[in-house]
T-cell receptor, first 108, second 111 residues
Framework: GIQVEQSPPDLILQEGANSTLRCNFSDSVNNLQWFHQNPWGQLINLFYIPSGTKQNGRLSATTVATERYSLLYISSSQTTDSGVYFCAVQGGSEKLVFGKGMKLTVNP | NAGVTQTPKFQVLKTGQSMTLQCAQDMNHNSMYWYRQDPGMGLRLIYYSASEGTTDKGEVPNGYNVSRLNKREFSLRLESAAPSQTSVYFC??????????FGPGTRLTVT
């Protein structure tokens, strides 16, 4: 089945710094989503982005489907950005396959 | 519009007990999913239902059963709980191949 790899696995930042999270996938995809799991465990939808670029406030995402990767950019990070970020993709099946996640800690 | 709701939020079971986790969505989505999340891991699919009346196994179906009661509701049953099923369980739903939305999760401990 389709494989999803996220990097880096962990990241520690000072408030105000920028960061880039990468998601590589092993096959063509119909669906790609980025999620943020906050410290209370809630999974929050960030982007639905099977291709192209989207922006939402300080966050933006780009998926280059032909090269099988997606990037999530966080600018001017805040402590509330802390948590785990997941990339999930859907290939030819009905199932969404998740990466193992990237833990972000933003210190004040 | 409540989105995806799950009950209960927390549950403690003894080994061998049974229970059913409930999930409902009010977004008129066709597809519904059950995942489990263990510490340090991503989400693993247990079962899914692509439409009312159909269910299929995911990555880790052993020890679980599901019922798609109607378009809104998708339940997950543990017939004989084991400590290995201690986990956080998430329900999700979506329109086929589009954005998936998650419920708040159920934290289950089996002693």
């Amino acid at each position: 089945g389709i494989q999803v790899e996220q990097s880096p696995p962990d990241l520690i930042l000072q408030e105000g710094a920028n960061s880039t999270l990468r998601c590589n996938f092993s096959d063509s995809v119909n669906n790609l989503q980025w999620f943020h799991q906050n410290p209370w465990g809630q999974l929050i939808n960030l982007f639905y982005i099977p291709s192209g670029t989207k922006q939402n406030g300080r966050l933006s995402a780009t998926t280059v489907a032909t090269e099988r990767y997606s990037l999530l950019y966080i600018s001017s990070s805040q402590t509330t950005d802390s948590g785990v970020y997941f990339c999930a993709v859907q290939g030819g099946s009905e199932k969404l396959v998740f990466g193992k996640g990237m833990k972000l800690t933003v210190n004040p | 519009n409540a989105g995806v709701t799950q009950t209960p939020k927390f549950q403690v079971l003894k080994t061998g007990q049974s229970m059913t986790l409930q999930c409902a969505q009010d977004m008129n989505h066709n597809s519904m999913y059950w995942y489990r999340q263990d510490p340090g891991m991503g989400l693993r699919l247990i079962y899914y239902s692509a439409s009312e009346g159909t269910t299929d196994k995911g990555e880790v179906p052993n020890g679980y059963n599901v019922s798609r009661l109607n378009k809104r509701e998708f339940s997950l049953r543990l017939e004989s709980a084991a400590p290995s099923q201690t986990s956080v369980y998430f329900c999700a739903s979506r329109v086929r191949s589009y954005e998936q939305y998650f419920g708040p999760g159920t934290r289950l401990t089996v002693t």
